[in-house]
């Protein structure tokens, strides 16, 4: 490959995307072995970048099978197109947001933040301006919360652990006690809440979207003005909404995690 290109072309970073690429082309877990088949490239080589990747955040490892983490978006979207879930979750979102008349995302943890992955936003005054790949630190949101509190307690240690790299600074500055007491009360309830603990006038309540295995794989969230819509308006009848549109989007989760890949020859 070097050979057909100019003396500036960098191998080592043709052969990281090729693996980011492969993804899209075979699945969103693969092993070592798929991912060296599908590339062409040897599995020493496939599991060096991969540890790379890792070592990055653009990569997580469970059980021998490897998969793509949010972070992949900071290099122009390739989380999104290596795979199809956004388009079957935006339908939900935009019906969710015509329901309640509010913006609805979907996010996923990437380190101790939430990555913003699928969005339907109404056009309001808002404090903080969120689009696909915005990041927020996770304690101080509902998103966060959520996907927080599905974590074992080494892994939430580990996640913690992580600076960082929205630069927003949250309202909200709990000590490790309030986190994990936010934490009890969201496993409890199986919603998390937020009142303008992101920023001023920011309240948001939200819902885990689980995969076959009920594992959190991300969150879905309805966000208010705290000036517009009280407390009460948010849990009575937003909630009711949003857990019907989390049952949903789980159902579409796994259906898709279900659906034949292609056979290559």
């Known amino acids: 490959m070097a050979d057909a290109r100019g003396p500036d072309f960098v191998e080592a970073i043709a052969r990281g995307l090729e693996v980011i690429t492969a993804f899209g082309t075979r699945g969103q877990s693969l092993s070592l072995a798929d991912l060296s088949a599908e590339t062409g490239l040897a599995r020493p080589t496939v599991r060096r970048i991969l540890l790379t990747l890792a070592e990055l955040g653009y990569v997580r490892a469970d059980d021998g099978l490897f998969s793509l983490t949010p972070q992949v978006l900071d290099l122009g979207m390739a989380y999104v197109s290596a795979s199809d879930i956004w388009e079957l979750v935006r339908p939900r979102l935009v019906t969710l947001s015509e329901q309640t008349g509010e913006s609805c995302s979907l996010a996923q943890l990437v380190g101790s933040d939430i990555v913003y992955v699928a ?14 790949g915005t990041r927020f630190p996770a304690v101080a949101t509902s998103l966060g919360k959520v996907l927080l509190a599905s974590l074992d307690p080494a892994e ?73 819509t009280d407390l009460e308006t948010l849990v009575e009848s937003h909630l009711p909404r949003l857990l019907t549109t989390a049952s949903e989007i789980s159902a579409d989760w796994v259906r898709w995690e279900s659906r034949p890949l292609a056979v290559v020859s």
């Open 119 to 132: 969005r339907a936003a109404v056009p309001k005054l808002v404090t903080l301006s969120v689009t696909i």
């Open 156 to 228: 939430l240690d580990r996640v913690l652990a992580i600076p960082s790299q929205s630069g927003v600074v949250p309202t909200w500055q709990p000590s490790r006690q309030e986190i994990d007491a936010a934490l009890r009360e969201v496993r409890a309830a199986g919603w998390a809440l937020t009142d303008q603990q992101l920023g001023p006038a920011i309240r948001s309540i939200a819902a885990p979207v689980r995969d076959g295995s009920g594992r959190a794989v991300a969150a879905v969230n309805v966000n208010v003005h705290a000036a517009e």
